[in-house]
């Protein structure tokens, strides 16, 4: 049977090739390899993990040489597209937050459920986590990214830390199923649960790594507090399979971390700077601020490793990439008695003004269930007047810091706006706010009501037309 149409997929980090094959009434993936053990190592683990219960594609036609196969189509939508918001933003909605909780319930499924009569001699192109594939990862970050930057450094004594991290990476041996490529874009979201896709990498291996590599992922933009939140949920589910000693379990975690994201500069360096594939191109840049913020927490255990990586992310060409941002204001409303939001940028805060003093709405009954979006709370505060010379004096502070961020080149400013609930006064406030810093200096303005899990951006826009016009 001839499909109506055929339309091929963007696979942005393999050589197979994928196709949504479309006829009245059916939709399927096709799929040609280029390595017959590969495919071979897919097609087995997708039968062995539906025979398990798990969320994969059904393979529904395979080719007599091994090379094609027809599965079940999950749809459009990827993780990745999915939390496209909080990825965005920094502040993930209730949806998303579940989302994610239930991939790392899932995820702690496969691993565990999904290893257990597995054969894991069909996996390609190892059958384990072992020293063999940690050197080759480690060298694909040496040797693709590491010696691409043009720094100088001691191959001896880097050397000699690499065989510590790998160690201690291999004093946690397991016989769970490692996904290894455990990523948003590899997991795809069909009617309200997740799904996984291109685990035909996989091996038998330590869960620590598929956890390093979905919540440390360049890209995700996932926050201290949600990494802790997720990464208990997972550990929350992995104890119904297996002994967990939380306490143990974050301090090895640690060191994976490292080594996933070595690997995953490896892996950028060679598709991005030999391949020239842009995706990969455009994940470095957070790909080495999240190597930053790791390093502020790292284990002394590789001194000179740690050295050098601290050294490459000074590199004139990556401190470029942050000097051209632009600048970026995040304004937030909050309650009091959650506390103020968090700074992601790792500045450390910015302003935090106190809406408590203004005439509060919420007092009346008729506006418990209003915000400061709703047209009663606007016309409540307005007609009272407190919140205009307050809004001016706020005005007149962020004014002057957001000109001279601009003239300095900084990226990042935080605006916060606090009252009792967050709810009418903080909202209103931060809705001011942000279209006034919009209207007046053009710069982008993320708006977060974090009570309210809302999130908007307004955009950047060129301030010199509307002065002219």
Not at 39 to 66: E, I, T
Not at 313 to 319: A, D, R
């Amino acid at each position: 049977m001839q499909p109506d149409k055929v339309e091929q997929l963007t696979a942005s980090g393999s050589n197979r090739r994928y196709y949504r094959l479309t006829s009245p009434g059916i939709s399927l993936i096709g799929v040609q390899g280029t390595s017959c053990e590969e495919n071979g190592a897919f097609l087995y683990m997708a039968d062995h993990f539906l025979s398990k219960g798990l969320n994969v594609p059904k393979v529904v036609a395979r080719s007599d040489d091994g090379m094609n196969y027809l599965q079940e189509d999950l749809g459009n939508t990827l993780l990745f597209d999915f939390i496209a918001e909080g990825r965005k933003t920094g502040v993930f909605c209730e949806a998303e937050k579940e989302m994610l909780r239930k991939t790392m319930r899932a995820i702690a499924r496969l691993q565990v459920v999904g290893s257990e009569d597995f054969d894991f001699n069909v996996c390609y192109p190892q059958p384990e986590f072992n020293l063999r594939s940690i050197n080759w990862d480690l060298n694909y970050f040496k040797y693709c990214f590491l010696k691409a930057t043009g720094l100088d450094f001691q191959e001896d004594r880097l050397e000699s830390d690499f065989e510590r991290l790998a160690y201690i990476l291999l004093k946690r041996r397991m016989s769970t199923f490692m996904y290894r490529d455990f990523q948003s874009r590899n997991v795809m979201v069909k009617d309200g649960e997740p799904y996984f896709i291109d685990f035909q990498g996989g091996r038998k291996g330590p869960v620590y790594y598929d956890v390093a590599s979905f919540l440390w992922q360049a890209r995700a933009n996932f926050h201290q507090e949600l990494r802790e939140e997720l990464i208990n949920v997972y550990l929350d589910e992995l104890q119904n399979y297996m002994p967990v000693d939380r306490e143990a379990f974050l301090d090895t975690l640690q060191h994976f971390v490292l080594f996933r994201t070595l690997q995953v500069l490896g892996a950028y360096g060679f598709r991005g700077y030999f391949e020239k594939k842009p995706h990969f191109l455009q994940s470095i840049p957070p790909a080495i601020e999240n190597l930053r913020q790791l390093l502020k927490r790292c284990s002394d255990d590789y001194p000179y490793l740690i050295e050098v990586l601290h050294n490459m992310t000074e590199l004139k060409q990556f401190k470029e990439i942050s000097v051209r941002k632009p600048l970026i204001v995040r304004v937030y409303s909050f309650s009091y008695k959650k506390g103020i939001p968090n700074d992601e940028s790792g500045n450390g805060g910015g302003f935090v003004f106190d809406c408590r003093a203004v005439n509060n709405p919420g007092k009346y009954e008729r506006n418990r269930f209003l915000t400061g979006l709703d047209e009663p709370i606007i016309k409540f505060l307005e007609d009272d007047g407190e919140i205009f010379p307050f809004l001016e004096a706020a005005y007149s502070l962020v004014d002057a810091s957001v000109k001279r961020y601009i003239d300095r080149g900084f990226s990042n400013l935080m605006v916060c706006f606090g009252c009792t609930g967050g709810q009418h006064r903080s909202v209103y406030s931060a809705e001011r706010m942000a279209r006034h810093i919009n209207d007046k200096f053009g710069v982008e303005v993320q708006l977060i009501h974090r009570e309210q899990n809302i999130a908007t951006t307004l955009p950047a826009k060129e301030i010199e037309l509307v002065k002219k016009g």
